[in-house]
């Protein structure tokens, strides 16, 4: 499990120069200051995590259990709740704040968020299939997925089938991203690469948990 995370909101993609002058891909991430609503342990909850909250919404606009939540803690309203599993929160408390700099340059995270949904898509674009003769016999069948089941024995279609159907939309996370630039400042943090899902989605970064460990005298 991670031991340091943020949450942030994906800006778009653009491009940097590292110290060799070379073009460097990299994602933005808008990473506004994160409150601290609730700290969860092993002996409360069963698991340890910290519950964070960003940006402001008009507590008229909030539900009575959702301002109570948030009149507990003691902390401005928020945007959206977003819990970060962690292994050891003996350092959060209630009401701290946690900014961008938690990550620095050249570290490595995980950053997971909802995928853009593709709606419909048949199987070639979904699973990559490869697609029907385009002649031979073929008519009309190009980019269906061909054959998906039995006869008689067992007469149905296996559960987990690759088939066509809806594309995207689902919880993706991408390992071993390396921090190029994290400001505190400017509340902002560059990731080297493509980050899942579409500009305004809600992002969670953590400490790589299977990075590997760096060889010896590099």
């Given at each position: 499990?991670a031991?340091?995370?943020?949450?942030?909101?994906?800006?778009?993609?653009?491009?940097?120069?590292?110290?060799?002058?070379?073009?460097?891909?990299?994602?933005?991430?808008?990473?506004?200051?994160?409150?601290?609503?609730?700290?969860?342990?092993?002996?409360?909850?069963?698991?340890?995590?910290?519950?964070?909250?960003?940006?402001?919404?008009?507590?008229?606009?909030?539900?009575?259990?959702?301002?109570?939540?948030?009149?507990?803690?003691?902390?401005?309203?928020?945007?959206?709740?977003?819990?970060?599993?962690?292994?050891?929160?003996?350092?959060y408390?209630?009401?701290?704040?946690?900014?961008?700099?938690?990550?620095?340059?050249?570290?490595?995270?995980?950053?997971?968020?909802?995928?853009?949904?593709?709606?419909?898509?048949?199987?070639?674009?979904?699973?990559?299939?490869?697609?029907?003769?385009?002649?031979?016999?073929?008519?009309?069948?190009?980019?269906?997925?061909?054959?998906?089941?039995?006869?008689?024995?067992?007469?149905?279609?296996?559960?987990?089938?690759?088939?066509?159907?809806?594309?995207?939309?689902?919880?993706?996370?991408?390992?071993?991203?390396?921090?190029?630039?994290?400001?505190?400042?400017?509340?902002?943090v560059?990731?080297?690469?493509?980050?899942?899902?579409p500009?305004?989605?809600?992002?969670?970064?953590?400490?790589?948990?299977?990075?590997?460990?760096a060889?010896?005298?590099?």
């Open positions: 499990m031991s340091k995370a943020i949450v942030g909101t994906k800006v778009g993609m653009t491009q940097v120069w590292d110290d060799e002058n070379r073009i460097v891909p990299v994602t933005v991430l808008a990473v506004e200051p994160c409150r601290i609503t609730q700290v969860k342990t092993g002996d409360t909850d069963g698991y340890s995590a910290i519950q964070v909250t960003f940006g402001s919404r008009n507590p008229d606009k909030l539900t009575q259990p959702e301002r109570g939540h948030f009149e507990k803690a003691g902390v401005t309203p928020g945007r959206k709740l977003v819990e970060l599993r962690l292994d050891d929160v003996s350092e408390a209630v009401g701290q704040v946690i900014a961008a700099d938690v990550l620095a340059a050249g570290d490595l995270i995980d950053v997971t968020s909802v995928s853009k949904g593709k709606g419909f898509a048949g199987a070639m674009k979904r699973h990559g299939f490869k697609g029907l003769p385009a002649s031979h016999g073929a008519h009309k069948v190009h980019r269906k997925p061909g054959a998906v089941g039995q006869c008689a024995t067992p007469s149905r279609v296996f559960r987990g089938k690759k088939m066509p159907g809806r594309m995207g939309g689902t919880k993706v996370t991408t390992l071993n991203l390396e921090v190029v630039r994290a400001d505190a400042d400017q509340n902002v560059l990731v080297r690469g493509s980050v899942p899902g500009k305004g989605a809600t992002v969670v970064m953590r400490n790589a948990v299977k990075a590997r460990p060889k010896a005298g590099a």
